[in-house]
């Protein structure tokens, strides 16, 4: 089994920085991708960014240029730092990742509890 911890969301300004992070423990053999995906009250869980592990990323539209996501594949955690936030940032963030256990190699897709993020106008 695959357990991912959260932390670092809260509550923040519009135009505030928060930072996520999110470690990966139990039974990993490999990690394929890390990432972060978010929940808006009323709306569908959707895509935020990921980090593939030869460090190659993707983000949503609507936080290029303000997000960042990084990954310590040492140490099984990634991060999202979040900067110029806006209300519609606003949302519960879920850690993503996927990969393989150990011993028999099975694929896994994992996903943390969620941390709330809200961004006050």
């Known amino acids: 089994q695959v357990q991912l911890v959260e932390s670092g969301g809260g509550l923040v300004q519009a135009g505030g920085s928060l930072r996520l992070s999110c470690v990966a423990s139990?039974?990993?053999?490999?990690?394929?991708?890390m990432g972060w995906y978010r929940q808006a009250p009323g709306k569908q869980r959707e895509l935020v960014a990921t980090?593939?592990?030869?460090?190659?990323?993707n983000y949503a539209d609507s936080v290029k240029g303000r997000f960042t996501i990084s990954r310590d594949s040492a140490k099984n955690t990634v991060s999202l730092q979040m900067n110029s936030l806006t209300p519609e940032d606003t949302g519960v963030y879920y850690c993503?990742?996927?990969?393989?256990?150990?011993?028999?190699?099975?694929?896994?897709?994992?996903w943390g509890q969620g941390t709330q993020v809200t961004v006050s106008s």
């Open positions: 980090i593939i592990s030869g460090g190659t990323t």
């Open positions: 993503n990742t996927k990969g393989s256990t150990s011993p028999w190699r099975r694929a896994y897709d994992a």
């Open positions: 139990g039974s990993i053999a490999s990690i394929s991708v």
